[in-house]
C-alpha cells in the first residue's frame, strides 16, 4: 500500500519561477525522503529529513516536516528546464536500522517550461 | 563509485512464461531491495535482503515471484508464471545501513517488463 499522497499530481511552470510539491503520509515516520525520477537518470535521491528536523535546505531544495500534520513539502526554487521529472517522497518507518523500508507516495509530475 | 547494474534493461514475454532479471549493487552495500513500479505510481517494495538473508518479502507474491541473493552481492528476481499485471519497471536499488549518516537508496536504471 502507498503510505504517501502527493499533492498535485501535476504541475507545469516557468522557468525560474518556484515549484511547491506536497507530500501527506499516515503513520509515524523516522525519516522522510525526496526522490526525482526521469527517463534519463531514473530514480535519484535528493534530500532527507530526519523526524525531529523541521526544515532541510539543499542547493535550490527546500523541504520541509510538520509531524504533527503528517505532512512535508518540497520547494524547488528558480527552477530549470532540467528539473522536469516526478518527485516523488518515501517514508521509513521501520523499528531498526535494518528493517527500515522506504514506502513511496504516488508522485508528483513537474513539467519546467523554458 | 559505480551504480547499481541491472539487466535487462528490456523484457517482453507472453504470459505464462518465466522471466528473470539480475540486479548487481554498489560494493559495499549490504541492502539490496527490489521494487515493481506500475506506471503512473510510485515503486512498491517487492523483497528485502541484508546480506544473504531475507529481512522482508511480505508483498511478494510468492506463488509466482522468487528472489535470492546466494553470496550476498548480486541477485536474481524471478516470475513464474508472469500475467498481464506483471507488466511494469523493476527497480533494484541497495544501501549502506552502516553509514550512520542517511539512509538513502541507489537505485538502478530498471527493468521494463511487458507481458503480453
Known amino acids: 500500500s502507498q503510505q504517501g499522497e502527493e499533492d498535485p499530481q501535476a504541475l507545469s511552470i516557468q522557468e525560474g519561477e518556484n515549484a511547491t510539491m506536497n507530500c501527506s503520509y499516515k503513520t509515524s515516520i523516522n525519516n522522510l525522503q525526496w526522490y526525482r525520477q526521469n527517463s534519463g537518470r531514473g530514480l535519484v535521491h535528493l534530500i532527507l529529513i530526519r523526524s525531529n528536523e523541521r526544515e532541510k535546505h539543499s542547493g535550490r531544495l527546500r523541504v520541509t516536516l510538520d509531524t504533527s500534520k503528517k505532512s512535508s513539502s518540497l520547494l524547488i526554487t528558480a527552477s530549470r528546464a532540467a528539473d522536469t521529472a516526478s518527485y516523488f517522497c518515501?517514508?521509513?518507518?521501520?523499528?531498526?536500522?535494518?528493517?527500515?523500508?522506504?514506502?513511496f507516495g504516488t508522485g508528483t509530475r513537474l513539467q519546467v517550461f523554458p | 563509485e559505480a551504480g547499481v547494474a541491472q539487466s535487462p534493461r528490456y523484457k517482453i514475454i507472453e504470459k505464462r512464461q518465466s522471466v528473470a532479471f539480475w540486479c548487481n549493487p554498489i560494493?559495499?552495500?549490504?541492502?539490496l531491495y527490489w521494487y515493481q513500479q506500475i506506471l503512473g505510481q510510485g515503486p512498491k517494495l517487492l523483497i528485502q535482503?541484508?546480506?544473504?538473508?531475507?529481512?522482508?518479502d511480505s508483498q511478494l507474491p510468492k506463488d509466482r515471484f522468487s528472489a535470492e541473493r546466494l553470496k550476498g552481492v548480486d541477485s536474481t528476481l524471478k516470475i513464474q508464471p508472469a500475467k498481464l499485471e506483471d507488466s511494469a519497471v523493476y527497480l533494484c536499488?541497495?544501501?549502506?545501513?552502516?553509514?550512520?549518516?542517511?539512509?538513502?537508496?541507489?537505485f538502478g536504471p530498471g527493468t521494463r517488463l511487458t507481458v503480453t
Open positions: 518515501a517514508t521509513a518507518s521501520g523499528l531498526s536500522l535494518n528493517t527500515d523500508k522506504l514506502i
Open positions: 560494493s559495499g552495500h549490504a541492502t
Open positions: 535482503f541484508q546480506n544473504n538473508g531475507v529481512v522482508d
Open positions: 536499488a541497495s544501501s549502506s545501513p552502516t553509514r550512520q549518516i542517511s539512509y538513502e537508496q541507489y
